[in-house]
């Protein structure tokens, strides 16, 4: 029974759209542990997110299956003033603004050294609908993107408390854009849909070095995906869109035995996939390498619950240029700065209950309209609520 349901939310999390703009296109955290604690999850052993955390946590999750959704609600808002020296503003915000986001994870202990799993997250972020045409084409004007992620991940017990983890990553992702223009304005046809798969590796190691102080970091390699053909002309080198690569550094400090605090440093290198990374004035997206910065407190008030509340904090990936802030009316994925909170209940049976909720502050980047002048801002504000179900075996 429990295979059945793992498998048919497989098959929902594959034909759910992703959108997550959180740190870039990333999302702020994977698993709902995580993402109450703002995504400090370099160090956490108590769930099967490790293929998209550290695979060498999945050494100590035991046996388990994590099941959970997310309700995402990112608020996009563009704006162009003085459009042609006119003195007059439009605004639109975009029409799609809530996204269930499904993810799932399983865990196995072979032996008492050995771990196998997988872990199965979605990641995305440019997803937006604008009623109104501020590019002046066809119809609405919006992209859609949904990448899924699956993470097949072994994880080995070098040590009593050295683990290490490797994660073969294997990507679907599709791609939808309406709305375009040419560089001289001329209305571009919309092509529909269109998909490519792809594939990299995450590898990690974990190690609790005092009885309190535990330390991990994991490294994920570029995802290299297929072409999209029908936007060869969009994405530069013939419509290849990937995954960067992306580390996390993070420690975890057990202060006292109810209070558990967790530091991780992530680095994103937008600016190793052309399409994302290079500069908008030679067809990319503009994307700046980001840093950022989680912070998060785990409580436990009692045997049955435990609190946890985060902090994180990103460079922003679009830079304050002219011509950056135009094509990222499409993506304003401008969030800096994240609020979380959640909570775990163990019920009777030993199985969990997950709850994380988060807010990323409003921020707005602003730059010269390249084409006709007058300035174009793009915002974003966003809340998730999500909830997981834990079985343990």
């Known amino acids: 029974m429990k295979f059945t349901r793992v498998f048919a939310f497989m098959a929902l999390a594959g034909m759910a759209g992703s959108a997550f703009a959180t740190n870039g296109y990333f999302s702020h955290g994977y698993g709902m542990k995580a993402k109450g604690m703002a995504g400090a999850a370099t160090t956490n052993t108590e769930d099967t997110f490790g293929g998209a955390n550290n695979p060498a946590a999945m050494a100590y ?30 605004t639109v915000e975009s029409d799609s603004n809530y996204f269930l986001i499904p993810e799932f994870g399983y865990s196995r202990a072979v032996n008492n050294n050995l771990s196998l799993g997988v872990t199965v997250v979605g990641n995305g972020g440019m ?56 560089p001289l304005g001329a209305p571009v046809p919309n092509a529909g849909y269109d998909d490519s798969f792809g594939y990299g590796v995450r590898i990690g190691y974990l190690g609790k070095v005092t009885p309190t102080v535990t330390i991990g970091a994991a490294y994920a390699s570029k995802m290299n995906f297929e072409e999209f053909d029908k936007y060869n002309w969009l994405f530069l080198e013939n419509g290849d869109f990937d995954i960067p690569e992306n580390y996390n550094l993070g420690v975890s400090w057990q202060a006292t035995p109810v209070i558990r605090l967790a530091l991780d440093y992530q680095r994103i290198n937008y600016t190793g996939v052309d399409a994302v990374g290079q500069p908008a004035t030679v067809g990319g997206f503009g994307y700046d390498d980001v840093d950022v910065v989680k912070l998060g407190v785990e409580y436990k008030y009692s045997q049955k619950l435990t609190l946890r509340a985060g902090y994180s904090h990103t460079n922003n990936p679009i830079e304050s240029s002219p011509r950056e802030v135009t094509t990222n009316i499409l993506a304003p994925a401008v969030i800096e700065d994240h609020v979380t909170l959640g909570f775990t209940y163990t019920l009777a049976s030993g199985n969990e209950v997950t709850m994380a909720y988060m807010h990323g502050f409003e921020n707005d980047v602003s730059g010269v309209n390249p084409n006709f002048g007058g300035t174009d801002t793009i915002k974003m504000y966003q809340n998730s609520l999500g909830i997981q179900y834990s079985w343990k075996m």
């Not at 994590?66 to 003195?87: C, H, K, Q, Y």
């Not at 072994?154 to 709305?179: C, D, M, T």
């Open 61 to 90: 999750a035991g046996n388990r299956i994590d099941l959970g959704v997310d309700l995402f609600s990112p608020i996009r808002e563009a704006s162009m003033t003085n459009w042609g020296g006119s003195g007059m503003t439009a």
């Open 127 to 182: 997803n937006t609908d604008y009623p109104t045409n501020l590019y002046g084409g066809n119809g609405n004007l919006g992209i859609d993107l949904m990448q899924l992620i699956v993470a097949p991940t072994a994880a080995y017990k070098v040590a009593p408390n050295h683990s290490i983890g490797i994660s073969p990553l294997l990507g679907y992702q599709r791609f939808k854009a309406e709305g375009l223009v040419t």
